[in-house]
């Protein structure tokens, strides 16, 4: 309960019980904070305080990108229906924030229809909330004429997208996507990269991966795929887009700064961009997991350099839960000499699913099956037994 000096109660006390208007009117003239500006909506602010908790400085800057207020039932309208739908105070604030213009909005004829139409995607209760709340400029988009035409264009991009999962993963990843006009950038950016080649499912994949490609300068996109193509990328190869998602998501410093670490380990440029047109991914590793995953294949265990440029994607699997336990167990079957035919090699271990290397090197070992699930879990071996080197066939 709010507690009144005896000013604000003289004040109070003077106004007819039938005039008394909403918190709105009341502590527009009782709350006035020190910082206010010229362009700051008192009314706005001060119901910004009252209703909502923002602070001082949060309501200030909120209340200055909105003019002509002058009642707070279209405002408690708004809240009332957001509530009404699952919405949390903390999804609420977060709206507010970002478009303060959406506690005016009509809400029968403008919020409501967008509502019932991301709700038709498949957003409802609280994961419509933190929708909005991360997106909320997509309310201040005209529904027919525009963000529908947009969301259908990219629902056609999306294959076997049930639910929408995809579809909804991708507009909370880059919601520029249908707050461009599709009939300039997005609509010009898909049919460029159609005509290289990246058609169905690799268009699809790319859509998911880096949505932002969609939306970019014609000229950037261009630039992206010229410079694939001279990095020795075939349009007709499947690796192609992969290798766009990469170069379009990183800035050519980031690129070069991760040759300089594999430089670091030995290899050349060109060992280098190989290994990378065989794993196009690779350079949007850490540069943090890539040195650990150097350092424990080359230098801890001795595995040949040879070996990682034939299979770079080895360094890009989790050394703590899949790299590591996989050596441990194969240290065990080879120093107890429990496989007759020749000891396949570590890219190999690695690149089977979990469940095919517990049937091949745990399982079917009956005598020795609790030795090797317990260095699986990493609890029998310590790091001073990843010492000895391993071949490579």
């Given at each position: 309960m709010r507690i009144f000096n005896?000013?604000?109660?003289?004040?109070?006390?003077?106004?007819?019980?039938?005039?008394?208007?909403?918190?709105?009117?009341?502590f527009s003239s009782l709350t006035k904070a020190p910082t206010q500006t010229p362009n700051t909506n008192t009314s706005l602010f001060?119901?910004?305080?009252?209703?909502?908790?923002?602070?001082?400085?949060?309501?200030?800057?909120?209340?200055?990108?909105v003019s002509n207020v002058k009642s707070p039932e279209n405002p408690h309208s708004v809240l009332h229906y957001f509530r009404s739908i699952g919405f949390s105070e903390t999804d609420i604030r977060l709206s507010v924030r970002s478009a303060p213009g959406i506690l005016f909005s009509d809400v029968d004829k403008s919020l409501k229809p967008k509502?019932?139409?991301f709700q038709g995607l498949g957003l409802v209760g609280s994961d419509l909330g933190k929708f909005i709340s991360k997106n909320s400029l997509v309310l201040n988009i005209n529904l027919e004429k525009h963000l529908i035409p947009r969301i259908e264009l990219i629902k056609k991009i999306l294959v076997d997208d049930i639910n929408n999962e995809t579809l909804i993963k991708v507009i909370?990843?880059?919601?520029?996507?249908?707050?461009?006009?599709?009939?300039?950038?997005?609509?010009?950016?898909?049919?460029?990269?159609?005509?290289c080649g990246i058609v169905g499912s690799h268009l699809s994949l790319l859509l998911k991966r880096q949505p932002r490609i969609?939306?970019?300068?014609?000229?950037?996109?261009?630039?992206?795929?010229?410079?694939?193509?001279?990095?020795?990328?075939?349009?007709?190869?499947?690796?192609?887009?992969?290798?766009?998602?990469?170069?379009?998501?990183?800035?050519v410093e980031t690129f070069l700064r991760k040759?300089?670490?594999?430089?670091?380990?030995?290899?050349?440029?060109?060992?280098?961009?190989?290994?990378?047109?065989?794993?196009?991914?690779?350079?949007?590793?850490?540069?943090?997991k890539l040195k650990l995953a150097l350092e424990f294949f080359l230098n801890k265990i001795g595995l040949e350099k040879a070996a990682l440029i034939r299979a770079p994607w080895?360094?890009?699997?989790s050394l703590e839960e899949r790299v590591i336990p996989r050596y441990r167990v194969m240290q065990i079957v080879r120093s107890k000499r429990l496989l007759k035919k020749k000891e396949p090699s570590l890219?190999?271990?690695?690149?089977?699913?979990?469940?095919?290397?517990?049937?091949?090197?745990?399982?079917?070992?009956?005598?020795?099956?609790?030795?090797?699930?317990?260095?699986?879990?990493?609890?029998?071996?310590?790091?001073?037994?990843?010492?000895?080197?391993?071949?490579?066939?």
């Open positions: 005896s000013l604000q109660l003289q004040v109070l006390q003077k106004i007819p019980t039938k005039a008394m208007k909403p918190n709105w009117y009341v001060n119901y910004l305080i009252q209703t909502l908790n923002f602070s001082q400085t949060e309501a200030q800057s909120i209340s200055t990108r509502m019932e139409f909370s990843r880059c919601n520029w996507l249908v707050s461009a006009r599709p009939e300039s950038k997005l609509l010009s950016n898909i049919a460029f990269l159609e005509s969609f939306i970019m300068e014609d000229s950037k996109v261009r630039n992206h795929v010229s410079r694939v193509l001279d990095m020795g990328f075939s349009v007709d190869s499947s690796l192609f887009v992969h290798a766009l998602h990469t170069v379009s998501g990183l800035n040759l300089e670490l594999f430089r670091s380990f030995g290899y050349t440029k060109d060992e280098y961009m190989e290994m990378f047109r065989r794993q196009p991914m690779l350079p949007t590793a850490s540069e943090k080895c360094l890009m699997l890219t190999s271990v690695l690149n089977i699913s979990e469940k095919k290397f517990l049937e091949r090197y745990v399982a079917r070992f009956r005598d020795d099956t609790e030795e090797l699930l317990v260095a699986y879990k990493g609890h029998l071996l310590d790091s001073s037994s990843l010492s000895s080197p391993v071949e490579e066939s």
